[in-house]
């Protein structure tokens, strides 16, 4: 999909929104549970196979709460599903992973600004495999026999534990411990849709891994495109479930195979 097109179409949405609050006097309500997805592509350097663009399309279940301008946001992820430029090379987040993770409540502010209900998430931290004093700046551990390191997907093996095939014959595990850190920042197109675009960074340490290949890692940028960094949350109906969501988000979300714009 064009992005940038989108985009016009999202303000004049917006502009419709703002006009009928504005009538009541009131927010927009939001309250209840969404659906979100967050897309992070890179550009990724990989042992024996070179240069790949990695796309992460993270899915969860989000519970809003309001206060007037004033939103919560509690996740329950449900699945991330990574395509690779490459077929050489695929990685998997494993469910255990995704069950693993335990997200803090994270806030979410509502304002008007050149004609368009805003949408702002507060940068929001996350360690995963370990646990630091100071998430923001402690160092990660780069030892599985450091003491903050934790086996938080609970498989018996140090951090987290990612999959990856190379040359599509070799299959391995390495076992991760990661920070991520994103902050929302779009605009209310609804009652019922919100879209925007997603600014982020993460670090990742392999603490060890089943092929001496995968130790080193790999060496990754973000692309550089920022209009391919984004989320579009969409209010849940009742019966989705990340079941539901795992058969049905590329139509749900508007996304095709292999659409990467």
């Known amino acids: 999909m064009n992005r940038m097109r989108q985009w016009v179409g999202i303000l004049a949405g917006a502009w419709a929104v703002l006009i009928g609050c504005a009538a009541f006097g009131t927010p927009p309500d939001l309250q209840g549970t ?3 997805l967050q897309v992070y592509p890179r550009i990724a350097q990989l042992p024996l196979v070179g240069e790949s663009t990695q796309t992460s399309h993270v899915v969860q279940l989000v519970d809003v709460q309001q206060n007037g301008m004033s939103l919560v946001m509690t996740d329950r992820y449900c699945f991330t599903a990574i395509e690779e430029s490459s077929s050489l090379a695929t990685t998997e987040i494993p469910d255990a992973f995704m069950r693993a993770l335990r997200p803090s409540p994270r806030e979410a502010t509502l304002g008007e600004q050149d004609d368009v209900i805003t949408f702002t998430q507060t940068r929001y931290f996350e360690i995963r495999g370990a646990v630091l004093k100071n998430p923001e700046t402690e160092e990660l ?19 987290m534990t990612v999959n990856v095939t190379l040359l599509g014959l070799m299959e391995a595990q390495i076992y991760v411990v990661q920070r991520v850190q994103y902050q929302l920042q779009g605009v209310v197109l609804s009652m019922d849709r919100i879209e925007g675009l997603v600014a982020w960074t993460d670090e990742q340490i392999v603490l060890e891994a089943t092929s001496p290949l995968l130790m080193a890692g790999s060496e990754s940028i973000q692309d550089p495109d920022p209009t391919k960094h984004f989320f579009v949350m969409l209010r849940a109906e009742e019966d989705w479930t990340c079941e539901w969501l795992r058969e049905n988000w590329r139509v749900l979300f508007g996304l095709e195979e292999g659409d990467q714009e």
């Not at 903050?148 to 951090?159: A, E, K, L, N, T």
Request: aromatic share 10%; net charge negative; no cysteine.
């Open 34 to 36: 969404w659906a979100m």
């Open 141 to 159: 551990p780069v030892d599985p026999a450091d003491p903050r390191v934790i086996d938080q997907d609970g498989d018996g093996f140090p951090g």
